[in-house]
Structures are given as structure tokens and as C-alpha cells.
């Protein structure tokens, strides 16, 4: 068999790249095992090998909200946001002595952090802060909506 040194070339690179993007089940993978730390010494800071590959944050990074300890009514004394356990909400915004409302769903990020994606697309998402299952504060930290009892 007479091939070029180019169909050759090809041929080796097309292997190579399959071989390279082939990953292993991560269920059948054999896990690491466990060290103890000694007393008293700072827990290690391992590294999340694949956020490191796959460019995408640490599993220790991923959202943590617990969805039914945050739900309930919060307001910043002028609007209203009410966050539902099935990770919907409906906010009524005051202004000028006008309310207007909107619903969409809410979704943890970021570790402490609280998105809105309303339902009508012209509408921009909010983040939120959680400080507390009874506070959160606005992106930019301006406006703090405080749990509302009874509601």
C-alpha cells in the first residue's frame, strides 16, 4: 500500500484529535482515594481538573440555593418579589404610584447568587445577592429586599 506523506499526515491528525476528544464515563471512572488531613492543618485546595479542561466553573462554584428555605414574599418597602419553591416568581414594581408585575422563573448562580428570567422577552434578567434566606440585595447592591412575614 503507496500512500503520500500528506494522506498520511491527515490520516494521523484525524486518529489523534478522536482519540484526544474521547472521555471517559465519569460514573465508571475510578475515584482518587480519600487523605486524611491531620489536625489542625489547613484543608487542602483541590483543583477541579475538568472546569480546568472544559473552561467551565469548579463543581464547588455551582449554585447552592435551597430552594425551599428562599421562597416567600420580600420587598425593598416599595416593590414586591415573590420567590415559589417550584422556581417561579411574580415581582410588582411601585413607581409613580403605578404597579406593574411580571413573572418568569428564578434560578440559583454564582455560589450566593439569584437570577430572574422573566417570561416576557423584552424584559432584562436580574441578579440578586442572597445575603440571608431573608435578604437580597440587587446586583450592584443599590436596592435591599427584605423577607416579608405572613405574606
Known amino acids: 500500500m503507496n500512500i503520500s506523506f500528506r494522506t498520511f499526515c491527515l ?3 484525524t486518529v489523534a484529535s478522536a482519540v484526544a476528544c474521547k472521555r471517559e464515563d465519569p460514573v465508571a471512572a475510578p475515584q482518587p482515594a480519600a487523605v486524611a ?4 492543618a489547613p484543608e487542602a485546595n483541590p483543583v477541579d481538573a475538568t472546569s480546568v479542561v472544559d473552561n467551565t466553573p469548579a463543581a464547588t462554584e ?3 440555593v435551597d430552594s425551599k428555605a428562599i ?3 420580600f420587598s425593598d418597602g416599595e416593590s414586591v418579589l415573590e420567590l415559589r419553591a417550584d422556581g ?3 415581582q410588582t ?3 409613580a404610584g403605578v404597579a406593574v408585575s411580571s413573572d418568569g422563573a428564578w434560578s440559583g448562580h454564582g455560589g450566593n447568587g439569584l ?3 422573566p417570561s416576557s422577552k423584552s424584559a432584562e434578567d ?3 445577592e442572597i445575603v440571608s434566606n431573608d435578604e437580597l440585595r440587587t446586583d450592584k447592591g443599590t436596592r435591599v429586599f427584605k423577607r416579608v412575614a405572613g405574606r
Open 93 to 95: 414594581l411601585n413607581a
Open 115 to 117: 437570577l430572574l428570567d
Open 88 to 90: 417561579s416568581y411574580v
Open 11 to 13: 490520516l494521523a491528525l
Open 37 to 40: 488531613t491531620p489536625a489542625g
Open 71 to 73: 421562597a416567600g414574599s
Open 62 to 64: 455551582a449554585a447552592t
Open 126 to 128: 436580574v441578579s440578586f
